[in-house]
């Protein structure tokens, strides 16, 4: 088909390909770990809805929860049980959260919570770090993670300067750096941070980083927020708060927990929360937030990931990816729970000029070759690769040889 209506023939930028010099992957169906496209070729799927797939395409529960919204409602645009089950579900993956309010996007939920912040703290400064992505939001749109890196946009044009003037961004996972960034902004209304970062390739903080974040937040009545839109219910099977044990005022969810539906979710302290409307005076809302169908998606979604037997088995394809990938000279893999990530570092980075350093045109060569052998990793090297709960051991572990083969022969060539 003619894709002429199209602005860049897609919906999304990263998905020209162009970045890797490839035609669009135009998908016709995709089941299981796998995805076809028009032409017929097969895939590993490996991109996973960019991540919100954590259960691969058409899981069976997923699939029983779309037909009982079928005959029970997709939209009422009202109050319904299933947002209240869905919430209580995520509670009882992250207790620390008190309060929880659905939107449609990753993008809403960081744009809502930098307003809480602000209205909380009467202040106006955002303090981000290079290399992460909270969605494309005004304040956020500048030197930001995977799509705009990918494309090489240090920022968006159409954005008024007195919006990204209130936007400091430092780097990541360099502790001085945040402690000058308070000494010389002591007026910061919120902190927000990918807390293991997806948007540079895979990227964690250090804890002593995260810790440091987190002490200079309660010096400066600083709002921190975890955007854990990503790596939410990837890095562990919960939040990296928990996994860290450091906790945020604030923390940003998304993809998983809508099992494949559009979602977003900002929840925290109850102080906070209970700041937006209709409760406060900070005006948040939506059409479809909420919807059942993304609740009752999401709902069969984090009931899988509470199955002992889908944990055991992602980490198992994880350790077989590490143990395939891990000494490899000059390539470097990175994994976290379902996220993971090659790059053509000799060691693994801890920012975003550290990712940068990298060889693109090799990355390219590099997608370019697994695409022809049928393995689809993301169109990017700035950009995570997610696991997920129907990829076979046996698939993972060719798809992991041949992974270790192809990058040893672009390196060589
Ligand atoms: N934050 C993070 C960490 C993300 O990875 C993304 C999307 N990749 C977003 C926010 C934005 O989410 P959405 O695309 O749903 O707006």
Same mark, same amino acid.
């Given at each position: 088909?003619?894709?002429?209506?199209?602005?860049g023939g897609v919906n999304s930028p990263v998905r020209t390909f162009a970045a890797v010099s490839e035609p669009p992957l135009i998908c016709s169906y995709a089941r299981g770990s796998f995805l076809y496209d028009t032409q017929g070729n097969k895939y590993l799927d490996f991109i996973g809805g960019w991540g919100a797939l954590i259960h691969g395409h058409s899981n069976p529960r997923i699939r029983r929860a779309l037909k009982k919204v079928q005959?029970?409602?997709?939209?009422?645009?009202?109050?319904?049980d299933g947002e209240e089950k869905l919430a209580n579900k995520i509670k009882s993956f992250i207790p620390f959260i008190e309060k929880i309010r659905f939107l449609n996007s990753g993008t809403e939920a960081a744009m809502t919570a930098i307003r809480v912040a602000r209205a909380a703290t009467k202040r106006e400064k955002i303090l981000m770090f290079s290399g992460c992505y909270h969605g494309h939001a005004d304040s956020f749109l500048t030197k930001m993670g995977s799509g705009g890196a990918t494309l090489s946009l240090p920022l968006s044009e159409g954005i008024p300067h007195g919006v990204l003037n209130k936007t400091i961004v430092i780097r990541y996972n360099d502790t001085e750096g945040?402690?000058?960034?308070?000494h010389d902004n002591p007026d910061i209304a919120a902190l927000i941070i990918e807390p293991v970062a997806g948007n540079m390739g895979l990227v964690?903080?250090?804890?002593?980083?995260?810790?440091? *974040?987190?002490?200079?937040?309660?010096?400066?009545?600083? =709002? +921190?927020?975890?955007?854990? !839109?990503?790596?939410?219910?990837?890095?562990?099977?919960?939040?990296? *708060?928990?996994?860290?044990?450091?906790?945020?005022?604030? =923390? +940003?969810?998304?993809?998983? !927990?809508g099992g494949g539906a559009p979602v977003g979710a900002i929840a925290g302290k109850e102080?906070?929360?209970s700041l937006l409307s209709p409760e406060g005076p900070v005006y948040q809302a939506g059409t479809f937030s909420g919807n059942p169908l993304t609740c009752n998606l999401g709902l069969a979604a984090l009931i899988e990931i509470e199955k002992n037997r889908n944990i055991n088995h992602l980490e198992n394809l994880g350790f077989i990816m590490?143990?395939?990938?891990?000494?490899?000279?000059?390539?470097?893999?990175?994994?976290l729970g379902s996220m993971c990530c090659l790059f053509f570092l000799s060691e693994a980075p801890e920012n975003r000029e550290d990712v940068d350093r990298q060889n693109r045109d090799v990355f390219s060569n590099f997608h370019k070759k697994l695409r022809a052998k049928?393995?689809?990793?993301?169109?990017?090297?700035?950009?995570?690769?997610?696991?997920n709960t129907a990829m076979k051991e046996r698939d993972i572990k060719n798809a992991a040889?041949?992974?270790?083969?192809?990058a040893e022969e672009v390196l060589n060539t």
């Amino acid at each position: 088909m003619k894709r002429t209506l199209l602005v860049g023939g897609v919906n999304s930028p990263v998905r020209t390909f162009a970045a890797v010099s490839e035609p669009p992957l135009i998908c016709s169906y995709a089941r299981g770990s796998f995805l076809y496209d028009t032409q017929g070729n097969k895939y590993l799927d490996f991109i996973g809805g960019w991540g919100a797939l954590i259960h691969g395409h058409s899981n069976p529960r997923i699939r029983r929860a779309l037909k009982k919204v079928q005959t029970s409602g997709i939209l009422y645009g009202l109050t319904h049980d299933g947002e209240e089950k869905l919430a209580n579900k995520i509670k009882s993956f992250i207790p620390f959260i008190e309060k929880i309010r659905f939107l449609n996007s990753g993008t809403e939920a960081a744009m809502t919570a930098i307003r809480v912040a602000r209205a909380a703290t009467k202040r106006e400064k955002i303090l981000m770090f290079s290399g992460c992505y909270h969605g494309h939001a005004d304040s956020f749109l500048t030197k930001m993670g995977s799509g705009g890196a990918t494309l090489s946009l240090p920022l968006s044009e159409g954005i008024p300067h007195g919006v990204l003037n209130k936007t400091i961004v430092i780097r990541y996972n360099d502790t001085e750096g945040l402690r000058k960034a308070f000494h010389d902004n002591p007026d910061i209304a919120a902190l927000i941070i990918e807390p293991v970062a997806g948007n540079m390739g895979l990227v964690p903080a250090k804890k002593d980083f995260l810790t440091e *974040a987190r002490k200079l937040c309660d010096k400066f009545g600083t =709002i +921190l927020i975890f955007d854990e !839109i990503m790596c939410g219910f990837r890095a562990s099977y919960g939040s990296v *708060a928990e996994l860290y044990n450091i906790f945020p005022d604030i =923390i +940003l969810l998304g993809k998983v !927990i809508g099992g494949g539906a559009p979602v977003g979710a900002i929840a925290g302290k109850e102080n906070l929360m209970s700041l937006l409307s209709p409760e406060g005076p900070v005006y948040q809302a939506g059409t479809f937030s909420g919807n059942p169908l993304t609740c009752n998606l999401g709902l069969a979604a984090l009931i899988e990931i509470e199955k002992n037997r889908n944990i055991n088995h992602l980490e198992n394809l994880g350790f077989i990816m590490d143990s395939i990938l891990s000494d490899t000279k000059r390539i470097t893999f990175v994994r976290l729970g379902s996220m993971c990530c090659l790059f053509f570092l000799s060691e693994a980075p801890e920012n975003r000029e550290d990712v940068d350093r990298q060889n693109r045109d090799v990355f390219s060569n590099f997608h370019k070759k697994l695409r022809a052998k049928g393995i689809l990793i993301p169109p990017s090297p700035y950009e995570t690769w997610f696991l997920n709960t129907a990829m076979k051991e046996r698939d993972i572990k060719n798809a992991a040889l041949i992974i270790r083969n192809t990058a040893e022969e672009v390196l060589n060539t």
